[in-house]
């Protein structure tokens, strides 16, 4: 297996919130996701780019064309995403004209800096199937690969399912 460099995309989501006590409230701070694959002793060669700090449900259609245009102009052609859960499927629609890139999609339920959170699960998920899989857009939650162009989240079960 060749180690092609990993593009890592930061666009916010739960998977970067932080909890402000003042405010009782969370909010999307710094990328918490470079220090994950630190912490995680990746050695696969990665490049990490802070896109945008937003909630999924505040991305707009410029958002989504701003992510495939920095992922068109990248010399990688292997792409990890780390998103918001609630509109992850609608950017991996919008990505899905990028036929020569292996995207993978993931997010959190819970932040990262909790210690009870799925991120740093599903970040390496996601690391290691951008790495193994196929050309396309995929999403990687709650253990499964999923085809990002065939699955919807299920907010009453708290997890992301195939359609």
């Known amino acids: 297996m060749t180690r092609s460099p990993i593009l890592v995309i ?15 409230e969370y ?4 990328s918490v996701i470079e ?17 945008m700090r937003k909630d999924s449900l505040e991305l ?3 958002d989504r064309d701003l992510i495939a245009a920095t992922i ?8 990890v995403i780390t998103h918001g859960t ?13 036929k020569d890139r292996t995207i993978v999609l993931a997010g959190a339920l819970a932040p990262a800096r909790f210690k009870e959170s799925d991120a740093p699960f599903n970040l390496g998920m ?3 199937c951008c790495q193994a899989a196929q050309p396309g857009v995929w999403i990687t939650m ?10 919807r989240k299920d907010r009453e079960a708290g997890a992301f399912v195939s359609i």
């Open 35 to 51: 220090q994950l694959l630190a912490t995680a002793r990746v050695k696969h060669p990665f490049r990490v780019v802070e896109l």
């Open 142 to 151: 709650n253990g499964t690969v999923f085809d990002g162009l065939a699955v």
């Open 27 to 30: 909010k999307i701070s710094d």
């Open 86 to 98: 609630d509109t992850m499927t609608d950017t991996a629609k919008a990505l899905a004209h990028l």
């Open 72 to 79: 068109a102009a990248a010399p990688e052609k292997r792409v």
């Open 126 to 128: 996601a690391f290691a």
């Open 10 to 24: 930061t666009t916010g989501g739960t998977i970067d919130k932080q909890y402000f006590d003042a405010l009782s």
């Open 60 to 62: 707009t259609e410029a």
